[in-house]
């Protein structure tokens, strides 16, 4: 790619949110398939605070670097400033992101748990790997995505709501 992206450019591509979810419910999955638990795919909310997190350029820098909740809060105490409303915001963004990812065969949902997960084809790759694309600023939002995937596979329920200061 030879054009610099603005922030409008990313925040209202959903080609780019099907990126980042992908990447967030591959992340959860791998942490989430190592527990004795049944359940290895995020529950539909937890994707409300994806966009959120991996669009702002301090968070993605942040979950790139970082394994723990708590070292990301620790490198950046605005993350959870606002958190809640911003995810409110972006629940359109989100929604499109999915409905996009739900069409062309990526997501798959399982309606009695509310649990989104992954097609087959795009269970064990990244999609930017399938599209070829190499640009920085997307493998950076992939692996951000992807870190907090992890994130909120390690932790309950009731701990990331305390830690992020968020509402399921």
């Not at 190592?34 to 539909?44: Q, R």
């Not at 820098?61 to 809640?84: C, H, P, R, V, W």
């Not at 963004?93 to 087959?120: A, H, W, Y």
């Not at 992890?150 to 200061?165: P, R, S, V, Y």
Request: proline fraction near 2%; hydrophobic fraction near 40%.
């Amino acid at each position: 790619m030879n054009k610099k992206l603005d922030l409008f450019d990313v925040l209202q591509n959903t080609t780019v949110g099907v990126i980042a979810i992908q990447s967030f419910v591959l992340g959860y999955n791998a942490v989430s398939k190592g527990k004795k638990s049944e359940v290895i795919d995020p529950h539909l909310y937890h994707l409300f605070y994806v966009l959120p997190i991996v669009l702002e350029k301090s968070s993605v820098e942040t979950f790139k670097s970082s394994m723990e909740l708590y070292t990301a809060i620790s490198k950046d105490k605005n993350l959870t400033l606002g958190l809640q409303n911003t995810a409110n915001k972006m629940t359109g963004q989100t929604f499109d992101s999915l409905n996009l990812g739900f069409s062309k065969g990526i997501f798959t949902l399982d309606k009695g748990s509310m649990r989104i997960g992954l097609t087959d084809e795009f269970k064990k790759v990244s999609i930017l790997r399938k599209m070829k694309i190499s640009d920085p600023y997307f493998k950076n939002i992939r692996n951000a995505a992807f870190r907090l995937g992890n994130i909120f596979a390690k932790k309950d329920e009731k701990m990331l709501q305390l830690t992020l200061n968020i509402r399921f």
